[in-house]
Each structure stands twice: as structure tokens, then as C-alpha cells.
């Protein structure tokens, strides 16, 4: 199963549309998405406008890949989870978002390797197949705490900048 992950604070059909063509060509894989006052009618997704917490993180644990617009949430709970997750950041220009603080997100995990980034429609279209084709796999795993390395050097920098 691909679970499909568009926020709640805007509709975001750009990926939506993507997501439902790809679906249409693996027909025999469940996709369900959380498409949030999407206006575009898909055909090959399961939709919900909302998915409360407890059926949401059932779908999560039980997706093999995640798609997802690239808010920090859905990111590091897939990290945590050791989920594969391939993320395209909302674009103000569209008026998916208020300001492009997702392509900055997006550049540094695909810096890091962590996941899988789509910078627009045609790289998420192709890297969607490659991804369901291949068979998806984490790129990276987090703890859910932050390493005592971090810490020390939080203190630290808080200690030399008091």
C-alpha cells in the first residue's frame, strides 16, 4: 500500500494529479491519500479528505512508501519509522503554501540522502515508477530522541554564547 500525504492546510492537486496518473499504472497497489480540500477528482486514489490520528498512523505503519508534500511532520515520522518517503515541497507560486520554506526542506534531505526528492511533477512522476518498481527502501532511520552528541553540543553552544 502508498499512503499519499498532502497536509491539511491547503490542497495540493500539483501532486495529487501526479500521484493518481501513477496510480493508474500499478493498479494492482492499493494508494490512499489524505488530499485535504483537493479540487481534483481522482480516479485511481482512495481519498479522504481527513483521516483521523488512529486510522492515519494505521495507514502509515502499513504503507511501503509514503508520498508526501514536504512538511517536517510526515518527514521525520517516516525517518522515525524507517518508512521509504518521497517528498515534493509545496510551491508559493501556485499558492500551495505561504512561502517556499519546503524547497529549503527538501534540498537539505536530498543533500543528506535522507530521502527521496521530487523537485517538480516530471521528477515525481519518474521517480514514483522507479521507486514502486524497484521496490521502495529507506534511505535513513532517526532515533526518536536526540543523540547525546547533539546535546553536548547544544550545551555547549549555549554555555560559549551566554
Known amino acids: 500500500m502508498i499512503f499519499v500525504i498532502t497536509g491539511t492546510q491547503e490542497p495540493f492537486d500539483r501532486m495529487i494529479k501526479v500521484v493518481d496518473e501513477v496510480a493508474g499504472m500499478f493498479n494492482h497497489i492499493p494508494f490512499v491519500a489524505q488530499v485535504s480540500k483537493s479540487t481534483f477528482e481522482a480516479v485511481h486514489l482512495q481519498t479522504h479528505d481527513f483521516i483521523p490520528p488512529v486510522e492515519f498512523n494505521k495507514y502509515f505503519e502499513e504503507a511501503d512508501l509514503i508520498i508526501s508534500h514536504a512538511g517536517m511532520g510526515c518527514i521525520l515520522s517516516a525517518l522515525e519509522r524507517s ?48 521507486l514502486i518498481t524497484a521496490g521502495a527502501k529507506p534511505l535513513h532511520k532517526i532515533g526518536r530522541h536526540a543523540s547525546h552528541t547533539l546535546l553536548e553540543s547544544l550545551g555547549s553552544f549555549i554555555s560559549t554564547n551566554k
Open 83 to 130: 518508512k521509504p518517503i518521497l517528498i515534493i515541497p509545496r510551491l508559493a507560486k501556485y499558492g500551495e503554501h505561504r512561502n517556499d520554506h519546503q524547497v529549503a526542506a527538501g534540498e537539505v534531505f536530498k543533500t543528506l540522502q535522507y530521502v527521496n526528492v521530487a523537485a517538480d511533477e516530471v521528477e515525481l512522476k519518474t521517480k514514483l515508477v522507479e
